[in-house]
């Protein structure tokens, strides 16, 4: 059950244990919070429901693997601030408060990954599905595929935009 629950978080650095693909962030958080509900006694970790599988008490072993996945995830995300990040990420490393700024984080990331023109899709942006679009969106549609192969088009707050997944969360460029 340890080596299930190693390779289940795909760990990149600091534990010995990797698999390919790993797990992404979103997915290790997710485990973790079940784990997490296993442990506190919540059910199955899963649903409020009990499930034989899952009902038991999580031993002091994965405990210490859940713990071991933070500091890792933790690391990871204080490493590509170090490296990457803002001068205010780095402020908001410094004083403790990575944790409080996610968004920023995810929005670096992704203006490193693929362009300053991306942005994170809000919950306050309203989106839907596209019908007959224009020819530059299609262009757009098609050169963004080049890098992105999973991209489609969208109607993002009125404009015409690609959107695609990234790290669990949905991005868009309008066009």
């Not at 790993?22 to 649903?47: A, H, I, Q, T, Y």
Request: with cysteine.
């Amino acid at each position: 059950m340890i080596q299930f629950i190693k390779n289940l978080f795909g760990f990149k650095k600091d534990l010995p244990t990797n698999i390919d693909p790993p797990l992404s962030e979103m997915e290790r958080e997710c485990w973790l919070l079940r784990v997490d509900n296993v442990r506190k006694g919540s059910g199955d970790g899963f649903n409020n429901g009990a499930t034989e599988c899952y009902s038991r008490t999580v031993p002091e072993e994965i405990t210490v693997l859940v713990l071991q996945a933070r500091v890792a995830l933790r690391k990871e995300r204080e490493d590509w601030v170090r490296n990457y990040g803002s001068s205010r990420l780095k402020k908001a490393l410094d004083c403790g408060l990575l944790g409080a700024s996610l968004h920023l984080y995810y929005t670096e990331v992704l203006h490193k990954e693929l362009g300053s023109e991306w942005r994170l899709l809000e919950e306050i942006d309203i989106c839907r599905e596209i019908s007959n679009p224009s020819e530059s969106a299609l262009d757009a549609l098609k050169l963004t595929r080049e890098k992105l192969p999973k991209a489609c088009l969208a109607i993002v707050c009125g404009n015409e935009a690609v959107t695609t997944t990234f790290q669990h969360r949905t991005a868009f460029r309008c066009v």
